[in-house]
């Protein structure tokens, strides 16, 4: 398996633009998290997915960040409009009973 | 609310010592589960483990090791004869119920010297 897949990898956009984050999962994992680390916050959780129902959503910021998982291969991370104090790396990860697997981030920016 | 501390913002040691993480947590829940993750300077995250509050069983996983100790609420990580490559950021999580929301420490930064 090739581990769970984030992309993009980098994101650079303008304030105000949306933005989307995509996620895909190792198959047979029935739990996805998506996390965010900032300097300043540290890291967080904002939503959790299990098979793919939203079970925890209380860590996403505001109503501008939405968060979807049509199908147990795939999950994305929304934000619209971006804000400057947005920019931060976006961790997916999935889980199987007691081991759990992050993707390699976004590196979001927004100028 | 929840709370995770991690007292030890950076530690350096030199290479083969032996080196222990604090983790002290805060939670009104019976049910909660407690993780360790690593994220070295490449920036990726790495699970470590995840042990449930019924379990207080120390764990050991090659050169790590784990003590969890309900009665002072911390969740210590040990690590045997540690190598430059351990250098990295350790985080420590707390989250309630089987998932939840999860909380985690400030991060302590660990740097093995050669």
């Known amino acids: 398996d090739a581990g769970v897949i984030q992309s993009p990898r980098h994101e650079v956009t303008e304030m105000g633009q949306e933005v989307t984050l995509r996620c895909k999962p190792i198959?047979?994992?029935?739990?996805l998290f998506w996390y965010r680390q900032t300097m300043m916050r540290g890291l967080e959780l904002l939503i959790y997915f299990n098979n793919n129902v939203p079970i925890d959503d209380s860590g996403m910021p505001e109503d501008r960040f939405s968060a979807k998982m049509p199908n147990a291969s795939f999950s994305t991370l929304k934000i619209q409009p971006s804000e400057p104090r947005d920019s931060a790396v976006y961790f997916c990860?999935?889980?199987?009973?007691?081991?759990?697997?992050f993707g390699p981030g976004t590196r979001l920016t927004v100028l | 609310a929840q709370k995770v501390t991690q007292a030890q913002t950076e530690i350096s040691v030199v290479e083969k010592e032996d080196v222990t993480l604090d983790c002290v947590y805060e939670t009104r829940d019976t049910t909660y589960y407690l993780f360790w993750y690593k994220q070295p300077p490449s920036g990726e995250l790495v699970f470590l483990i995840r042990r449930n509050s019924f379990d207080e069983q120390n764990e050991i996983s090659g050169r790590y090791s784990w003590n969890f100790q309900k009665s002072t609420s911390s969740f210590n990580f040990t690590i045997t004869a540690s190598q430059v490559v351990d250098s990295a950021v350790y985080f420590c999580?707390?989250?309630?119920?089987?998932?939840?929301?999860?909380?985690f420490g400030d991060g302590t930064t660990l740097t093995v010297k050669p």
């Open positions: 999580a707390l989250s309630e119920g089987n998932a939840g929301k999860s909380t």
């Open positions: 990860a999935s889980r199987l009973g007691n081991e759990q697997f």
């Open positions: 198959s047979g994992h029935d739990y």
